[in-house]
T-cell receptor, first 112, second 116 residues
Framework: QQPVQSPQAVILREGEDAVINCSSS?????VHWYRQKHGEAPVFLMI?????EQKGHEKISASFNEKKQQSSLYLTASQLSYSGTYFC?????????????FGSGTQLTVLP | NAGVTQTPKFQVLKTGQSMTLQCAQD?????MSWYRQDPGMGLRLIHY???????DQGEVPNGYNVSRSTTEDFPLRLLSAAPSQTSVYFC???????????????FGNGTRLTVT
């Protein structure tokens, strides 16, 4: 039931854009996105509910395609502070609504 | 506002020893959970609780025990430590079930456990 994230790692220059994908084989109720910097705890970015809505946080936004059970995280005009590992977490519709299952993460490195 | 507090930050155990990882939150959150993080495997849910007196198993519960006697505290017990339990453990809380909108998980700073 673990969602699949891609790519596993990405390296950018400051100002470039990136997209991180998260997909599930199960019907999803919601998708969460978190960012973790090295040696620190994960920090919440946003939650998306089924319905295809898009949300934004600074220059980071995300979408949720309910039909495809996929979510994408968009980082535009990346900054050095965006470096870290990004995790998506999913809650499946048919299971317990209290289990948030995380993907294995995408390591993002932004170079000057 | 302390948020989610985990103790200890580091711990080394020998195989077969038992110990308790402490987790406390001061945000009056109903939902609390324990995750372990291993390289390349993301965060895996061990146990969770939706309120005092209520606990349930996550993805990887074997070898761990939890209880929730108060809203604030959610300790994680390792019954007989094994090298496979070497990991970083995170406690997290949420105002309500983490599936609900506006209820992000707040993570503690983690406990790095090594079992030799």
């Amino acid at each position: 039931q673990q969602p699949v994230q891609s790519p596993q790692a990405v390296i950018l220059r400051e100002g470039e854009d990136a997209v991180i994908n998260c997909s599930s084989s199960k019907a999803l109720y919601s998708v969460h996105w978190y960012r973790q910097k090295h040696g620190e705890a994960p920090v919440f970015l946003m939650i998306l509910l089924k319905g295809g809505e898009q949300k934004g946080h600074e220059k980071i936004s995300a979408s949720f395609n309910e039909k495809k059970q996929q979510s994408s995280l968009y980082l535009t005009a990346s900054q050095l502070s965006y470096s870290g590992t990004y995790f998506c977490g999913t809650v499946i519709s048919s299971g317990s609504a209290r289990q948030l299952t995380f993907g294995s993460g995408t390591q993002l490195t932004v170079l000057p | 506002n302390a948020g989610v507090t985990q103790t200890p930050k580091f711990q080394v155990l020998k195989t077969g020893q038992s110990m308790t990882l402490q987790c406390a939150q001061d945000m009056n959150h109903e939902y609390m959970s324990w995750y372990r993080q291993d390289p390349g495997m993301g965060l895996r849910l061990i146990h969770y609780s939706v309120g005092a007196g209520i606990t349930d198993q996550g993805e990887v519960p074997n070898g761990y025990n939890v209880s929730r006697s108060t809203t604030e505290d959610f300790p994680l017990r390792l019954l007989s430590a094994a090298p496979s339990q070497t990991s970083v453990y995170f406690c997290a809380s949420s105002y309500r079930d983490s599936a609900l909108p506006g209820s992000p998980l707040h993570f503690g700073n983690g406990t790095r456990l090594t079992v030799t």
